[in-house]
């Protein structure tokens, strides 16, 4: 049943599609087709229209997975492909707020980056942070690694107020990284009891699609099991 859904991931802010490579090939070897998406990060807007390309390139049923920012993509497209929506410590603004409203909702971790656009109005990451923050439990390699390939997220797109989101009309599953230092997991626990996700915690960091795929893969079962079950039709 669960060759019928394709999983369509979607990368977060200064990352790409291969931060989900531990998660593609586990999904895969289950007869899961899976894509990953681009997204340019450029406005919410230019990157809601660039998964709905892919979603349309897939031209059936989807299960959709956001980390960290495009929660925020995931959460405002409009496709009736899409049957179910996860989580991996997202940033989900209901309608009328902006992911900068939802990010800031509690404070941040001591070691957390300070950030702010530059003259063009792209936010970069310094590069202790990688190892620092947003994937402390790499190793120090897989940590540079990450920051030599990041890409920039323009200030726009956590500016920009959301519209109505899709988890108020479709399930939803939520990873919560316990160990978090980017998003503040009191604000990811909020988010996904505010949406009535199906939740998962676990002691993990940022980027638990590398340094503990397991649960992710994990997640990602429960959700297609759901909606291929057709009590969710």
């Known amino acids: 049943m669960s060759q019928a859904v394709t999983v369509v991931l979607v990368h977060a802010a200064w990352a790409d599609g291969s931060s989900w490579n531990k998660v593609i090939a586990p999904l895969q070897s289950k007869?899961?087709?899976?894509?990953?998406?681009?997204?340019?990060?450029?406005?919410?807007?230019?990157?809601?229209?660039?998964?709905?390309?892919?979603?349309?390139?897939?031209?059936?049923?989807?299960?959709?997975?956001?980390?960290?920012?495009?929660?925020?993509?995931?959460?405002?497209?409009?496709?009736?492909?899409?049957?179910?929506?996860?989580?991996?410590?997202?940033?989900?603004?209901?309608?009328?707020?902006?992911?900068?409203?939802?990010?800031?909702?509690?404070?941040?971790?001591?070691?957390?980056?300070?950030?702010?656009?530059?003259?063009?109005?792209?936010?970069?990451?310094?590069?202790?942070?990688?190892?620092n923050a947003f994937s402390h439990r790499a190793s120090r390699e897989r940590a540079a690694l990450f920051?030599?390939?990041?890409?920039?997220?323009?200030?726009?797109?956590?500016?920009?107020?959301?519209?109505?989101?899709?988890?108020?009309?479709?399930?939803?599953?939520?990873?919560?990284?316990?160990?978090?230092?980017?998003?503040n997991p009191k604000a990811q626990r909020f988010l996904a009891e505010r949406m009535r996700a199906g939740i998962r915690s676990e002691k993990v960091d940022h980027v638990p699609m590398e340094t503990a795929p397991g649960p992710v893969v994990e997640i990602f079962q429960d959700g297609l099991s759901a909606v291929t079950s057709g009590e969710l039709a």
């Open 147 to 183: 920051g030599a390939v990041q890409r920039p997220i323009n200030i726009a797109c956590i500016t920009e107020k959301a519209p109505k989101p899709l988890w108020k009309t479709k399930p939803s599953w939520y990873l919560i990284a316990e160990e978090d230092r980017m998003i």
């Open 31 to 131: 007869g899961v087709r899976v894509l990953a998406a681009a997204i340019p990060m450029t406005t919410l807007k230019d990157d809601v229209k660039a998964l709905e390309h892919t979603i349309e390139h897939v031209g059936g049923p989807v299960l959709l997975g956001g980390h960290a920012y495009s929660g925020a993509v995931v959460s405002a497209v409009s496709s009736a492909q899409v049957r179910g929506l996860v989580f991996i410590t997202s940033l989900t603004p209901d309608e009328g707020e902006t992911v900068l409203d939802v990010f800031t909702r509690e404070k941040p971790h001591e070691k957390a980056p300070q950030v702010a656009p530059d003259a063009n109005g792209l936010i970069w990451l310094p590069e202790e942070a990688f190892p």
